[in-house]
């Protein structure tokens, strides 16, 4: 069993910075972060596998970057420039640990933290 713990959230203004960072009992090949306002299915934000491989959804790239210590077990999503839409509990989340495909859809993924809230105001 993976058990993961996020923590940075907070709230900011518009254009500001925050970064996430996600504490794991062990890493799963693949890793990622998903966010989901009121009202609102949970989405992909960004995603990451051990070889290196990144995929973000259109919303967010160019300014979420998201990372891997592997060492550490610790995933980070740093997020720059953010918008009031960027408003959301952010999640991370694990892929199976033997599953190597790099996918932003919530369903592919088993294990989850208890996530942290992120708030743009404007």
């Known amino acids: 069993q993976v058990q993961l713990v996020e923590s940075g959230g907070g709230s900011v203004q518009a254009g500001e910075s925050l970064r996430l960072s996600c504490a794991a009992s062990e890493f799963t090949y693949c890793m990622g972060w998903f966010r989901q306002a009121p009202g609102k299915e949970r989405e992909g934000v960004a995603a990451?596998?051990?070889?290196?491989?990144?995929k973000y959804t259109n919303s967010v790239e160019g300014r979420f970057t998201i990372s891997r210590d592997n060492a550490k077990n610790t995933l980070y999503l740093e997020m720059n420039s953010l918008k009031p839409e960027d408003t959301a509990m952010y999640y991370c989340?694990?892929?199976?640990?033997?599953?190597?495909?790099?996918?932003?859809?919530?369903?592919?993924?088993?294990?989850w933290g208890p996530g942290t809230q992120v708030t743009v105001s404007s």
């Open positions: 990451i596998c051990r070889d290196g491989r990144t």
């Open positions: 989340a694990a892929r199976p640990k033997f599953l190597i495909g790099l996918t932003l859809v919530p369903q592919s993924y088993t294990y």
